[in-house]
């Protein structure tokens, strides 16, 4: 008895094979895939946030969704007294709030999205340490854990940002640092 199986009309399972592999890169570029923060905020897309941190294949979708969402629930509950004055003053949308644009995107639009991507890409970092017995791996785990400070630093700085425009209002200026008092 031989091993070989002849598979008869080969030429139309190949052709059906990648019709269905094209129709389903087509249908996922389509379907661009956001994290949607409520209809006052922008959403990020998944690609924008992998390309601007970028973080490559490493980490997946659901895990990127998952840090963009917590990313974004932090952010939202540090600009909410924000985000409900100026709801009050008629914005409906966070372009609505200030029309300053650069290279076509709205410049609140950009604190937004790298306040969220960059507290995300923190939270990803701390979630993503070496796992080795060698100093070089714990060495590496400290570089990491220090670029998720630096995300972080930079997500609060956008934040900031965003919470500076009420001095355009000739309201105090809150300024990129501040000190907490216990």
């Known amino acids: 008895m031989s091993g070989f ?3 008869p009309d080969s030429g139309i399972r190949e052709e059906f094979l990648q019709t269905d592999v094209r129709d389903t890169l087509e249908r996922e570029e389509a379907e661009v895939r956001h994290v949607d923060f409520g209809g006052f905020w922008p959403a ?4 924008d ?3 601007a941190l ?3 294949t490493v980490i997946t979708d659901i895990r990127l969704r998952d840090a963009l969402r ?3 629930a932090a952010v939202l ?4 007294a924000w985000r ?3 709801q009050a003053a008629g914005a409906t949308t966070l372009a609505e709030v200030d029309a300053d644009a650069i290279d076509g995107r709205n410049v609140l639009e950009l604190h937004f999205e790298r306040a969220v991507t960059n507290h995300a890409a923190a939270l990803l ?3 993503h340490r070496d796992v080795t017995a060698t100093d070089r791996g714990a060495d590496r785990a400290e570089e990491k854990a220090c670029s998720a400070d630096d995300y972080r630093r930079v997500a609060l700085h956008a934040i900031r940002d965003i919470l500076d425009t009420a001095r355009a209002a000739g309201q105090p200026s809150v300024g990129r640092t501040a000190v907490e008092l216990i």
Do not use: P, Q
């Not at 509950?77 to 909410?80: M, S, T």
């Open 5 to 7: 199986v002849s598979v």
């Open 44 to 47: 990020i897309a998944y690609h």
């Open 49 to 51: 946030a992998r390309g």
């Open 54 to 56: 970028r973080l490559g």
């Open 70 to 72: 917590a990313a974004g």
């Open 77 to 80: 509950r540090d600009l909410r």
């Open 84 to 86: 409900d004055a100026r």
């Open 125 to 127: 970092f701390e979630s």
